[in-house]
């Protein structure tokens, strides 16, 4: 597994420097990488699916490259090209599917490039075989500067969740919290107030009446070492009490 794990990155990295060096020899080149994201490995079942999915959280279109390889570093699916990337626009997600053949299982390591710094949030998400809910994500390193990623919670209807976001250093600060779906979709985004310090703002989610929510957020400091920290807490849908607490993951840069 060791010797497989080191054949996908190496070919990722191969990737990377041969398209470096494309790029520096044919700077008219329709896509030029600036920054690669990859996403951890995740172990499909036989027939198990996922999705991987990167959203454009910048202000500008961005271009991108996907691929996704085995543990023997085989490139067994790729979105785009360098003569024809994929462009995503602002606050729009991407999204392609894998899937493990009838024949046995399958390890899934996705490499993203990138034609902007700072510009994407990507994950990839199993599914359960039989009834196609989510049962997993795994998040890639997200490039905007210095972000938290609170993990993925799963809602039954009607239960709700508190996004919880703590000012812990001596000076006043605000986040930006960003709230996707489990098809990667931004569905709300808002910005605390001004924290003095010590100061704790609390926003509740809630599932719909008519079905669950899976949702995963994403809390943007902005430039500079992270003045806080952040969670996610999930509740009894009868009780209201705390049920679970999933502390944030440290990204960026």
Do not use: C
């Amino acid at each position: 597994m060791r010797n497989s794990a080191k054949s996908w990155i190496s070919a990722a990295l191969f990737l990377f420097a041969s398209v470096f060096s494309l790029g520096y020899v044919q700077p008219a080149r329709a896509f030029t990488l600036i920054e690669l994201l990859v996403i951890p490995p995740l172990e499909l079942v036989t027939l198990q699916e996922a999705a991987v999915t990167i959203t454009n959280t910048s202000g500008n279109a961005v271009q991108l490259v996907a691929t996704a390889y085995n543990d023997r570093g085989f490139a067994f699916k790729q979105e785009g090209s360098e003569a024809n990337p994929i462009t995503v626009a602002p606050n729009t997600t991407f999204r392609f599917s894998v899937r493990a053949p009838a024949t046995g299982n399958l390890s899934v390591h996705t490499v993203v490039e990138l034609s902007a710094a700072n510009a994407a949030v990507a994950d990839v998400m199993g599914f359960d075989s039989n009834t196609g809910q989510v049962i997993s994500l795994m998040p890639g390193r997200t490039t905007f500067p210095q972000a938290q990623l609170l993990p993925a919670v799963q809602l039954v209807a009607s239960q709700s969740a508190l996004v919880k976001v703590t000012n812990t250093s001596p000076n006043d600060a605000s986040a930006t919290i960003n709230l996707y779906n489990a098809k990667g979709t931004l569905f709300k985004q808002l910005t605390t107030p001004l924290l003095a310090p010590n100061v704790t703002f609390t926003h509740r989610v809630m599932a719909p009446a008519t079905g669950n929510l899976t949702f995963f957020a994403t809390i943007n400091w902005g430039d500079g070492s992270p003045p806080g920290v952040s969670d996610v807490m999930a509740l009894g849908r009868s009780s209201g009490q705390v049920i679970a607490i999933l502390p944030f993951v440290e990204t960026g840069n």
